[in-house]
C-alpha cells in the first residue's frame, strides 16, 4: 500500500485561500484524469468540501507522487503552487488512513462530531468510480471510512458537539444571550439555493421554530418542492417558493437569511444588503479594507467576466447556483428531508463561542466608518474584524484535533468581543457556501450580524466533549491498525494463490506421469492416487501460508511476500496476473450505496 494525500483545510489555511482553491465540478474531474494519466499515481478521488480539498492517491514514489499531487491541485485550483505550497499537508501510507478516518469521524471538522462529512466522502468516491479512478485501494479505503465514522457516531456522543454547520451557525447568529429556539421564534427567514446543504438549513430552521421559510432557487421547480415538503414535515412553519429576482424584495421582509449555492460569484452585495436593512435605494455602501471578495469587482457592479445579475433585483444582486456546480444541485427529496428534521429534533444546543460578526448602530466605540475596532484597527483579510473569539475554547479545540500541519501557519488574532444587544440586529446573515455567497463587508452596516465559514472556523464549542473524542480517537487507532494488517496481509494473497497455482501444476504433471507409467490403473484407482497427492501437497503449505499471512500483516512484512516468491521461484508475471485479476472481480468493488 503506497497511499498518499495532499490536501488544504480549515486548519492549514486560511479561508481566503480555500475560497480561491476550491474546485468546481469539472475541474474535479478533470484533476481526478489527469491524476491518474500521471506516472506516480495508479488510482485517486478527490475529497472538496468547503473546508478542505484533498486529493487521494496510490502512488509507486513518495517524492515524486507529492510533487505531482501539489502541482495539480495547483494547477487545477487556480492558485500559483508557489503561494498554495505553504498550506498544503502531507500524509503517507498509515498516516494518511488514520487522517481520513479522523475526517470521517468529524475530528477534523470546523464543529468537532458533526456527520455531514460522511456523505461528502460517499460523494468522493462515487465520483472516483464513477470516473473509473478508484480502484482496490481507495475503494477499500472509503468504504472502510464511512463504516469507522458510523461507528464512532454510534458508540459515542461525539455528534453532541453539532448535528451540523448549520445548527452551529444558528447558535452563532443567536448568541450566547438566549437559546436558539427562543432566538428563532417567530422569525421570517430566506433560505437561497435548494441543494442538501440549504435542505438541511430549511428543515434546521423549521425545527427551531421560524414562523415562515422563504426559498429561492434558480430552478424554480426545486425550490417550490423543498417549500412543499417543509409544509407537510409537521412542524408548522408556513414555506413558500420564489424566483432569484424575488431575492431583493424578500431581504426587505425576513429576519434571517441563509445561503449556500454553487455560484462561483457573491450571491449578496454589500449594496443589496444595505438596501434591504436602510429602505433606501440610493444608500451608498462603504467597504473597508476587510471588504468584498476581490472576485466580486467595485461595490454594486459586476466583476469583468462575472455573472449577469438577476433581473429586477437592481444591478447589485446576482444571479445565484450560475456557478458550475449549481446544476449539481438537487433538492432533497421528502424521505431525506424528513430523516434531516429527524436528525435536527435529536440535536442539542450548541455552547455559544461568540464568533459571529455584529455592527450596532452608532455604538460609541465604533470607528467613523461602523467598524468596532475604530479607525486604528488593522488592515488585513478581514479576521481582526472577529468578535469575541473565546480563545479558552480555541485551545480546547487544538487539543482535541491534530493540529501539526496548521501549527506553524497559525498566527496571533486581535479578537473583540461584541456587546451589542440581539435585539439590535436587523438582519442575521448565514453564508456557508465556499467560495463565499455574501460579501464579507456586509458586517460591517448597521444592523446586520454575519457568520461566514471563516467565523465559524474561528468558534469551538467543544469544551464538554473531550471523553467522546478521546473515546473516538481510540477507535480510529483500532480501525488504522486493522486496516493496514488487511492491507498488508491483501498484498501477499496473489503471491500465495500463485504458490498453490504452481503446486496444482506439479500435481497434474505428476498425475500424468504416473498414467503413462501405471497404464493398468482404473478410474477409481487412479481418482484415489490423485487425491491423495493433493491432500500431502495441501497440507505441506497449509502451515506456511497460514503463517506467512500472519507475518504479512504485521508491520513491516511487505518483505515476506517478495521471500515467498524467491523461495519458490515463481513467475513474478504468474503473481501479477493474479493481482489483475482479483482487482478486476466485480465482487471486489462494493458500491458506495452499500455502506451508507
Not at 115 to 140: F, S
Request: negative net charge.
Amino acid at each position: 500500500m503506497s497511499l498518499l494525500v495532499v490536501g488544504l483545510s480549515h486548519r492549514s489555511a486560511p479561508v481566503s485561500v480555500l475560497e480561491r482553491a476550491s474546485l468546481s465540478a469539472d475541474a474535479k474531474v478533470k484533476l481526478l484524469h489527469d491524476t491518474l494519466a500521471a506516472e506516480p499515481a495508479a488510482e485517486a478521488t478527490v475529497l472538496a468540501t468547503c473546508n478542505r480539498i484533498e486529493l487521494y492517491a496510490d502512488v509507486d514514489k513518495f517524492h515524486a507522487g507529492v510533487a505531482e499531487l501539489s502541482t495539480l491541485l495547483a494547477q487545477h485550483s487556480g492558485v500559483a503552487l508557489e503561494e498554495l505550497t505553504p498550506y498544503l499537508y502531507v500524509h503517507y501510507e498509515d498516516r494518511a488512513v488514520h487522517h481520513l478516518f479522523s475526517v470521517a469521524c468529524g475530528l477534523d471538522s470546523m464543529v468537532v462530531g458533526e456527520g455531514q462529512i460522511l456523505g461528502q466522502i460517499k460523494d468522493a468516491l462515487a465520483l472516483g468510480q464513477e470516473l473509473h479512478t478508484a480502484g482496490r485501494l481507495i475503494n477499500d479505503l472509503f468504504q472502510q471510512a464511512l463504516r469507522v465514522g458510523k461507528r464512532a457516531h454510534s458508540e459515542t456522543g461525539i455528534d453532541r458537539a453539532g448535528q451540523s454547520l448549520v445548527t452551529f451557525g444558528l447558535e452563532q447568529l443567536a448568541g450566547h444571550a438566549v437559546p436558539v429556539g427562543e432566538w428563532a421564534a417567530g422569525k421570517r427567514a430566506l433560505v437561497i439555493g435548494a441543494g442538501s446543504m440549504s435542505s438541511l438549513a430549511a428543515a434546521t430552521l423549521a425545527r427551531v421554530g421560524v414562523a415562515e421559510i422563504v426559498v429561492a432557487n434558480r430552478t424554480a421547480e426545486r425550490a417550490e418542492r423543498l417549500a412543499e415538503i417543509l409544509v407537510a414535515s409537521g412542524t408548522g412553519v408556513a414555506a413558500r417558493a420564489v424566483t432569484m429576482g424575488a431575492v431583493a424584495d424578500e431581504l426587505t421582509r425576513v429576519d434571517v437569511v441563509v445561503s449556500c449555492t454553487g455560484a462561483t460569484g457573491l450571491v449578496l452585495t454589500g449594496d443589496d444588503v444595505a438596501r434591504a436593512v436602510e429602505g433606501d435605494p440610493t444608500l451608498p455602501f462603504q467597504a473597508g479594507p476587510e471588504g468584498r471578495d476581490p472576485a466580486a469587482g467595485p461595490a454594486g457592479g459586476s466583476a469583468a467576466g462575472g455573472r449577469d445579475f438577476a433581473p429586477g433585483t437592481g444591478d447589485g444582486l446576482r444571479a445565484a447556483a450560475g456557478g458550475p456546480g449549481a446544476q449539481a444541485l438537487a433538492v432533497a427529496d421528502a424521505e431525506v428531508v424528513a430523516r434531516l428534521v429527524a436528525a435536527a429534533e435529536a440535536g442539542r444546543r450548541l455552547a455559544d463561542a461568540g464568533a459571529a460578526r455584529t455592527i450596532a448602530p452608532a455604538p460609541a466605540a465604533t470607528g467613523p466608518d461602523g467598524c468596532p475596532l475604530g479607525p486604528d484597527a488593522p488592515a488585513g483579510d478581514g479576521r481582526s474584524a472577529l468578535t469575541g473569539v473565546d480563545a479558552t475554547s480555541l485551545e480546547l479545540h487544538g487539543t482535541w484535533a491534530d493540529q501539526g500541519e496548521a501549527a506553524a501557519q497559525r498566527q496571533p488574532r486581535r479578537t473583540v468581543r461584541s456587546s451589542v444587544d440581539a435585539a439590535a440586529v436587523r438582519l442575521a446573515l448565514l453564508d456557508l457556501a465556499m467560495p463565499r455567497d455574501i460579501d464579507a463587508a456586509v458586517h460591517r452596516i448597521p444592523g446586520v450580524r454575519l457568520v461566514d465559514i471563516e467565523s465559524l472556523a474561528e468558534a469551538s464549542a467543544d469544551a464538554p466533549m473531550a471523553a467522546d473524542v478521546d473515546a473516538v480517537r481510540t477507535i480510529v487507532a483500532d480501525e488504522v491498525a486493522a486496516f493496514g494488517a488487511a492491507q498488508r496481509a491483501a498484498h501477499i494473497t496473489p503471491t500465495v494463490v500463485a504458490l498453490r497455482a504452481m503446486a496444482a501444476e506439479v500435481v497434474a504433471m505428476e498425475v500424468a506421469r504416473l498414467d503413462g507409467r501405471v497404464p493398468d490403473l482404473d478410474e477409481r484407482q487412479r481418482s484415489e492416487v490423485t487425491q491423495t497427492v493433493r491432500r500431502v501437497v495441501d497440507k505441506l503449505l497449509h502451515a506456511p501460508t497460514v503463517r506467512v499471512k500472519q507475518l504479512a500483516s504485521e508491520p513491516g512484512g511487505a518483505g515476506y511476500a517478495e521471500a515467498l516468491r524467491e523461495l519458490f521461484d515463481l513467475d513474478p508475471q504468474t503473481v501479477e496476473s493474479v493481482s489483475r485479476a482479483d482487482a478486476a472481480d466485480p465482487k471486489n468493488d462494493d458500491d458506495p450505496g452499500r455502506a451508507s
